[in-house]
């Protein structure tokens, strides 16, 4: 096999699977509810999260869902997927023949480039990026697991998630010997967002933005536990192919759904209750249920993967696959780089105090209302981009500097990347006991 064997380009449309493409045009409206909430910033915050002090009846309501159900849950999820499209990329590649070298430098190169990604978006928008935090994260997986066997993989899974729940049994022990008085410091990262985003000149922002942005690229990414742990759950689930193939492997799905979800809204039910008033905590005792919300977060949201994947599995099943709704939200998850990135467009400039500072105007309530119509715009617009065979402009940027080469393909080439996500390919089923059924076993 030549070690310099040209690389193959992007997915067709008719080798996409539909759960990848479906799961992130869907959970793109979690990112939207989440994000948007950093922009009420003329209310006094609870001190620990990015939500203002609970309000009236209507904002309560939508912080308890907003805590308990997408808060630390959304991004586990895009890190799984991030992971599961690393896999896919590379699979494809080196079933055109390319060489395995070659594919680990193809990787390469688009991680580097969607931290280049997040750094403009971080200078031009948005202080919380999370393109550079994934684009770090698959850098350094890539280089020590990628290429591991399926045990040593789910080894390091295994012992990043004990590490968060042993982090998460000590924070469990504080809220009953830590007096009701105590006070703590806001959580990493709180104040520097609330700042900014509160900050009247635009200059100003931008600057502190940039300075911000490696720690949170840091934070949010290999620092945080759970996304290096979902993308290596990721890369395991993508060498069973277990969303391009959901029939045969239904038991796990519905498993992964019904538990993952399960601890997912569990975990977040004691931060939900705090926020809204019904659980009286001082900020330090409500600052120790973040880890347990987070390690819950990361079960919550491989949850949600496996559940749009049934619901896939289900209307393909059924042939209902044509319809309007799942065509647009199929054709976001295509472009969900693109979207990811219009939401900040859409958010920054209109709620920001350096903008036209419309978050002074929204509570809660009207705030969440706010982000479900910024994702209907984007889906809307992804839509009519599929409609007429055209990428998303940030896919077909990251495909031209990824791929190096002019980009002539249609829309059905198209990437899917929520921070950088790799080509969804559907590939032929392996027989069982086939070299590329045992390549990907030994891997």
Known sequence: MSGHTVSRGPVNAGERALAPDLARGSMLLFIAIANTVWYLWAFPRSGVNAHPVSGNAWDSAAQ????????????????????????????????????????????????????????????????????????????????????????????????????????????????????????????????????????????????????????????????????????????????????????????????VALVGIGVGWAGGLPAGLAQVGLWDLSPLQNNMLSMPHMVTGLAGGVGYVALITLVAYRLQERGRTDGVLVGALSATGKRSLSAYLAQSLLCAPLLAAWGLGLGAELRSWSMLLFAVGVWSMTVIAAYALERADR??????????????????????????????????????????GTDRDREHRTH
């Open 64 to 255: 308890f869902l907003t805590v308990v159900m997408i808060d630390m849950r959304s991004y586990p999820m895009f890190a799984f997927l991030f992971g599961y499209g690393m896999v896919q990329l590379a699979r494809r590649q080196e079933a055109a023949g390319t060489d395995e070298r070659d594919v680990d430098a193809l990787l390469r190169r688009r991680n580097l480039w969607l931290i280049a990604f997040g750094l403009v978006h971080a200078a031009l928008l948005w202080i919380g990026d999370v393109l550079g935090a994934y684009g770090l994260a698959g850098l350094l997986l890539g280089w020590l697991l990628f290429r591991r066997r399926d045990t040593t993989v789910l080894l390091w899974a295994g012992v990043l998630t004990g590490l968060m729940l042993l982090l998460s049994a000590f924070s469990l022990l504080g809220p009953a010997l830590t007096p009701g008085d105590a006070t703590a410091p806001e959580g990493f990262g709180t104040e520097q967002v609330a700042a900014n985003i509160s900050e009247v000149s635009p200059v100003a922002a931008a600057l502190e933005r940039l300075l911000f942005w490696p720690l949170v690229s840091l934070s949010q990414g290999l620092m945080s536990l759970a996304v290096p742990t979902a993308i290596l759950l990721g890369f395991w689930a993508a060498r069973r192919r277990v969303l391009e193939e959901p029939g045969r492997h239904l038991v796990l799905l519905r498993r």
């Open 391 to 432: 990428r998303g402009p940030a896919e077909a940027l990251l495909r031209r500097l990824t791929y190096r080469r002019p980009d002539r393909g249609s829309a059905g080439a198209d990437t899917a990347a929520e921070g950088g996500m790799v080509d969804s390919a559907r590939t032929p089923v392996s027989e069982p």
